[in-house]
């Protein structure tokens, strides 16, 4: 194969046989599309909708713009993951995805364009932003458009998109390296189930190598609002009762429930930390807590050059601390405030470690690891 062949591979369809209708566990299911490729180019796949349903999101999308090949498999999964982050969000958001998980969001702060709060999330890793996809829960404008047109994108996902908007994504004269880029519009999806008391409308549904499959009830969070957050505590059999003695600044706990529900998408072990309304690095994929709170770390540090730039930052872990080890990693970093499941046999340590810090500590009374 040449180099142009290589090249080539990833804007050309891999064609599949793939019908038009198809039945999965009771319920019929018609054919959206033939995708680009699946999850890798030589691998085919189209993409389908329930043949029932309303209230659809991603289900019911648009393509106001297909790129050279339209969607693959992957585009999908990335705008999926975003959408079931935006769709808890109160506020213009904004995720952008790499590989299934969020390489940056941010959330609008008091007085802040889209634009910013694209730039924000954006920046929050530039080096992952490239090639990524970006998704919204509002109408893209002019300017916010403009600006993603800076840097190569695989492609945008929003409710909607101004008329002027759209004629920045088509302007190839100008944007000269962005023509493949490819925007979706979905319905507003801030309607889809959210909360554990929503009825869900789908299961989750995992397929392994042999056709065997699981299915499970999709992932339904008890917080609807930083109100529900409980305030660490532990009633040690030796050691005693043991209480946060800080509880959170109002400002700690709007980044505190933004970054838990950013984590809802973070491929387990994750943690985000955040501050003022955006992810300054997010921990994913890791083998053990600690280790996915010093990548997080380290990723903050390299970019912002200092432990001094977490001050204040608070930090959401989609799982409890087994050692205070993580926690103390945290604090002496600079993390300020943590929320995290709790249930831990260690949590009494945990709690101690913020207490040492000054340090704040909620429970979400909710895991949410992400096995994707």
Not at 8 to 30: N, S
Not at 52 to 78: P, R, V
Not at 363 to 370: A, D, K, N, P, V
């Amino acid at each position: 194969m040449s180099e142009k062949d290589l090249k080539a591979m990833y804007r050309t369809r891999t064609e599949g046989q793939f019908p038009e209708t198809i039945e999965l566990l009771g319920r019929g299911y018609v054919k959206v599309e033939d995708l680009r490729y699946g999850t890798n180019p030589h691998q085919p796949a189209a993409y389908y909708k329930p043949g029932d349903a309303s209230g659809l999101a991603l289900g019911a999308y648009t393509m106001l713009k297909t790129g050279k090949s339209g969607l693959s498999q992957t585009n999908l999964e990335d705008m999926h993951h975003a959408i079931g982050i935006l769709k808890y969000m109160e506020r213009p958001t904004c995720a952008v995805m790499k590989h299934c998980n969020p390489s940056g969001a941010a959330i609008k702060q008091d007085g802040m364009s889209l634009v910013e709060v694209y730039q924000r999330a954006r920046d929050a890793d530039a080096q992952a932003a490239f090639g990524s996809v970006v998704a919204f829960n509002v109408e893209v404008d002019a300017d916010t458009a403009t600006e993603i047109m800076q840097t190569i994108v695989e492609g945008v996902v929003a409710p909607g998109f101004s008329e002027t908007a759209l004629a920045v994504f088509n302007d190839f004269d100008t944007f000269k390296r962005n023509k493949a880029i490819r925007i979706v519009r979905t319905p507003p999806f801030d309607g889809l189930p959210k909360y554990t008391d929503d009825t869900p409308n789908a299961w989750e549904i995992k397929v392994f190598d042999d056709g065997s499959v699981v299915l499970a009830q999709p992932y339904l969070s008890r917080l609807k609002s930083a109100s529900d957050f409980i305030a660490a505590y532990n009633d040690h059999p030796k050691k005693g009762r043991m209480d946060i003695a800080r509880q959170p600044t109002a400002q700690e706990l709007d980044d505190l429930l933004f970054a838990w529900r950013v984590n809802l998408h973070v491929r387990s072990n994750g943690v985000v930390i955040a501050r003022n309304g955006q992810t300054l690095a997010v921990g994913t994929g890791e083998q053990d807590r600690v280790g996915a709170v010093q990548q997080a770390i380290l990723k903050a540090q390299s970019k912002y050059q200092g432990n001094e730039s977490l001050t204040g930052a608070v930090m959401a872990s989609d799982g409890f601390f087994p050692f205070r080890d993580a926690v103390d990693a945290a604090t002496e970093a600079g993390i300020t405030a943590i929320a995290q499941p709790g249930g831990s046999v260690n949590d009494y340590d945990a709690i101690a470690a913020c207490n040492d810090k000054g340090a704040a500590m909620v429970f979400t009374m909710e895991r949410c690891f992400s096995h994707h």
